[in-house]
């Protein structure tokens, strides 16, 4: 079955689960799964609901699609993402963000974990993303493009949203947390990058590193929808510490800092409910 044929018959179950039309879509990382408690939960539906849609099989990501009340907003999010190193192409990565925002939500927020590369970041850091490097993983958009989504050809030079990171450094003020910046490079995993690889991806540009995000962005980005990036910095990349890397590591940090990023999610949401 096409992608386009698999959107529209995932779409129509999806939708039948959704209790309103939500106003924000939020991809929820590694570890982060908690930002949306049960009580605000009003309906949800597993991926394996869902016809040829791929799983999660990482520890840390559950695996559905949740309707929520956060912050007094109407929204949709995934508990749990799917990685291109779990064997997924980067359309079916992408299936997901696809069918949130065609629920008509305007703006798609991404959390996720990640590597400092940076040298200025340190474990529990939060890296608003202002930009991104994906020539190092497929596309979303290749193969044949679905009109109805988006153009052929979509420009990629403003893909994060200045609105929504005015709104997100605005709301890091208010509740006192010091919100970074900066470039967030996606590479397809699952290994951990070599000391080499980041004294590159450094000397391309990047502050920091994951698996995951710049595919969901250029995904919506071709659909015309606003994104906010943020980025738990979990652990420094390779070479810049002498520890070596694990996923261990990576939960634990994104557990501890948890509430943190939860707070600015919401503080993030609450605002984007009452902008248009």
């Known amino acids: 079955m096409d992608e386009k044929t698999l959107l529209k018959l995932n779409f129509k179950t999806l939708k039948m689960k959704a209790p309103f039309i939500p106003k924000a879509a939020l991809v929820l990382g590694s570890g982060l799964g908690g930002i949306i408690g049960e009580e605000n939960i009003i309906s949800q539906l597993d991926y394996s609901e869902l016809d040829s849609f791929p799983l999660s099989t990482v520890e840390g990501h559950r695996g559905r699609f949740i309707f929520a009340d956060l912050a007094g907003v109407p929204i949709v999010a995934m508990q749990g993402r ?18 949130m925002l065609m629920l008509g939500a305007s703006a798609l927020i991404l959390t996720n974990a990640a590597g400092g590369i940076d040298k200025a970041f340190s474990p529990g850091d939060i890296m608003l993303i202002t930009d991104h490097i994906s020539s190092f993983v497929p596309s979303p958009l290749i193969g044949e493009n679905i009109s109805s989504l988006g153009t ?35 590479t397809t995993g699952p290994n951990y990058e070599t000391p080499a690889e980041i004294r590159m991806y450094s000397a391309l540009g990047a502050s920091a590193v994951g ?66």
Do not use: W
Request: proline share 3%; hydrophobic share 45%.
């Open 152 to 186: 052929r050809f979509p420009d990629m030079s403003r893909v994060y949203s200045s609105k929504l990171s005015e709104i997100a450094l605005a709301c890091a003020r208010r509740l006192n947390i010091e919100l970074k910046s900066g470039v967030y490079l996606q």
């Open 211 to 276: 698996m995951s995000t710049a595919v969901e962005a250029m995904a919506a980005a071709h659909m015309g929808v606003s994104v906010l990036g943020l980025s738990l910095i979990t652990n420094p990349a390779a070479g810049i510490s002498s520890v070596p890397l694990n996923h261990e590591e990576v939960q634990l940090v994104a557990k501890e800092a948890g509430d943190t990023l939860s707070a600015l999610v919401k503080e993030i949401i609450a605002e984007v409910g009452k902008n248009d």
């Open 82 to 99: 799917v990685h291109i190193y779990e064997g997924y192409g980067s359309a079916e990565v992408v299936r997901g963000v696809r069918l």
